[in-house]
């Protein structure tokens, strides 16, 4: 059985400027890969190429053996999908936005209601089930977004910092969420605290200037008595000098 | 090129499901229908619903009955009104489109909706139909301007009912171009003023001057721009004619139009 998520050689130019080059990795069930680097790395770019959204320049991805560009649908089917900025529509509901995509993805009827507030229980958003989303806190809508991938229980998840705005508890909350998840799903998330990848990821991947540097589990990062943040200070700020 | 090639197989296709015989499980449909849900309901969910449809009724209303002379005329159709809704909706039906796409990438939202599992072109006709149904209800409001014609006299009320085709008609072949402007860009003034003046080439198009202009110099392109004129073809069913060259005059126009949204969608989606 291949791996849930294969991506090869995935390359994203914009003109002359080269996003993303020639990134290749895989995730398998049960891995969880943090995806770290500066800003501008090509983080987000690779994210969005992986869930279908932006067409790769070259190179190709894969989710539950279903290429993104070749067969959009079924790969979508198989993802939950967080995008950078955790974007919803302002004047809907919570409920109302959440059955919205249970719709799409063709719940209906109990099943659609029963999943809708199985994923706000488990974001714990029962308390705001009815509020306008625009009138909701950062993190509040941040865990709108998460709902939002959560809910068809997904074997592929995908998250753009998915625990940026939230509060200390609340950070702890999804973390802890990820890692109930991790054995059943191949997850990948993007963040910029290094903490984060030490609690919750199995693999950690680097990115700068859009090239993978290290491919690692975060444990074999820190030997030689080093913290993670200056592995990541002397890869990341390294290749800016060379 | 590629990429236009399979969105015209996805078009295809879509045709095939949607009249063929494979009906088994969720509609082919279904995707298209619920994003046409969602966006019916936010038109209602925020003032734009509102203010558009007071302002078209409003104006309406004082144009035929001022300029258009309802009464003056002596005559019991509503001519008079039929004649003003292309302009009115020259201007009010891209104010409609300019935020279709331009607010979804605002929001960011647009790459929510195109990495949920449906195919792209039933995010383009969903967004379409809500706007058409949307004008279609501005459209049924106008009702009270009928009642009077029945009171005042006895009008023809078949022409009365393909005028009112030919009214959502208009919209139609508006709004695809309007949502396929406001695909290609961010900037909703951009996009309003490109809307109305694409849709005043093809309402002017047929127009005296520009044919008469065309007819002595180059009487070929006159037959052309007669043929692409979106008023003539409105013409027809103001007086109760519904031809089928006009219906697919509308059909195509409308299918080129969002044919075109999707592969600018494809294009753009990477700013």
């Known amino acids: 059985m291949a791996a849930l998520i294969e991506i090869e050689k995935l390359t994203k130019r914009f003109g002359s400027f080269t996003a993303v080059d020639e990134v290749s990795f895989t995730v398998d069930r049960g891995e969880v890969l943090g995806f770290l680097g500066p800003n501008g790395a090509g983080k987000s770019t690779t994210m969005r190429m992986l869930a279908g959204f932006m067409p790769p320049t070259a190179g190709s991805a894969r989710i539950c053996g279903a290429d993104v560009v070749e067969n959009p649908v079924e790969a979508k089917r198989s993802l939950g999908f967080l995008p950078e900025g955790a974007p919803t529509y302002p004047e809907m509901s919570v409920t109302g936005f959440l059955r919205f995509t249970a719709s799409i993805r063709g719940f209906s009827g109990t099943e659609r209601d029963d999943r809708v507030a199985l994923a706000m229980a488990q974001t714990q958003l029962e308390g705001v089930r009815l509020q306008p989303i625009e009138t909701l806190s950062k993190g509040f809508k941040r865990r709108v977004g998460l709902a939002q991938a959560l809910l068809h229980d997904p074997p592929v998840l995908v998250l753009d910092e998915p625990t940026d705005g939230l509060d200390p508890n609340q950070k702890h909350e999804v973390r802890e969420l990820i890692r109930r998840m991790a054995p059943t799903k191949a997850i990948v998330i993007s963040t910029h605290i290094l903490e984060e990848v030490d609690a919750v990821c199995s693999r950690a991947i680097i990115i700068a200037r859009g090239k993978v540097i290290v491919d690692a589990p975060p444990r074999a990062l820190e030997t030689e008595g080093r913290t993670l943040e200056q592995v990541f200070r002397a890869l990341t700020l390294g290749q800016e000098a060379a | 090129m590629g990429g236009m090639f399979r969105r015209l197989g996805d078009l295809l296709a879509a045709g095939w499901l949607m009249w063929g015989p494979g009906r088994n499980g969720p509609l082919p449909w279904h995707g298209a229908c619920v994003v046409a849900?969602?966006?019916?309901?936010?038109?209602?969910?925020?003032?734009?619903?509102?203010?558009?449809?007071?302002?078209?009724?409003?104006?309406?209303?004082?144009?035929?009955?001022?300029?258009?002379?309802?009464?003056?005329?002596?005559?019991?159709?509503?001519?008079?009104?039929?004649?003003?809704?292309?302009?009115?909706?020259?201007?009010?039906?891209?104010?409609?489109?300019?935020?279709?796409?331009?607010?979804?990438?605002?929001?960011?939202?647009?790459?929510?909706?195109?990495?949920?599992?449906?195919?792209?072109?039933?995010?383009?006709?969903?967004?379409?139909?809500?706007?058409?149904?949307?004008?279609?209800?501005?459209?049924?409001?106008?009702?009270?301007?009928?009642?009077?014609?029945?009171?005042?006299?006895?009008?023809?009320?078949?022409?009365?009912?393909?005028?009112?085709?030919?009214?959502?008609?208009?919209?139609?072949?508006?709004?695809?171009?309007?949502?396929?402007?406001?695909?290609?860009?961010?900037?909703?003034?951009?996009?309003?003023?490109?809307?109305?003046?694409?849709?005043?080439?093809?309402?002017?198009?047929?127009?005296?001057?520009?044919?008469?202009?065309?007819?002595?110099?180059?009487?070929?392109?006159?037959?052309v721009a007669r043929g692409l004129s979106v008023a003539d073809r409105f013409g027809g069913f103001t007086r109760g004619v519904i031809s089928l060259r006009d219906l697919v005059y509308f059909g195509s126009f409308i299918g080129f139009w969002l044919f075109v949204n999707a592969v600018v969608l494809d294009l753009k989606k990477a700013d």
């Open chain 2, 37 to 223: 849900k969602r966006e019916l309901a936010a038109y209602f969910a925020t003032p734009v619903a509102y203010v558009f449809i007071v302002i078209f009724l409003v104006l309406a209303g004082a144009l035929t009955f001022t300029l258009g002379g309802f009464f003056a005329r002596g005559q019991a159709d509503l001519m008079p009104f039929f004649s003003f809704v292309p302009w009115l909706f020259l201007f009010l039906v891209p104010a409609l489109t300019m935020r279709l796409w331009a607010e979804e990438r605002r929001h960011g939202t647009i790459e929510l909706l195109l990495t949920l599992p449906l195919p792209q072109w039933q995010a383009v006709v969903g967004k379409f139909l809500a706007a058409w149904v949307f004008c279609g209800i501005a459209l049924a409001l106008t009702f009270p301007l009928w009642i009077t014609v029945n009171v005042l006299g006895d009008p023809d009320n078949g022409v009365v009912l393909t005028g009112y085709l030919g009214c959502l008609m208009i919209a139609g072949a508006y709004l695809a171009v309007g949502a396929a402007v406001s695909a290609g860009t961010k900037n909703q003034v951009i996009a309003f003023v490109l809307a109305v003046a694409i849709c005043f080439v093809f309402a002017a198009a047929g127009s005296p001057v520009i044919t008469e202009f065309l007819s002595t110099r180059l009487p070929v392109l006159a037959e």
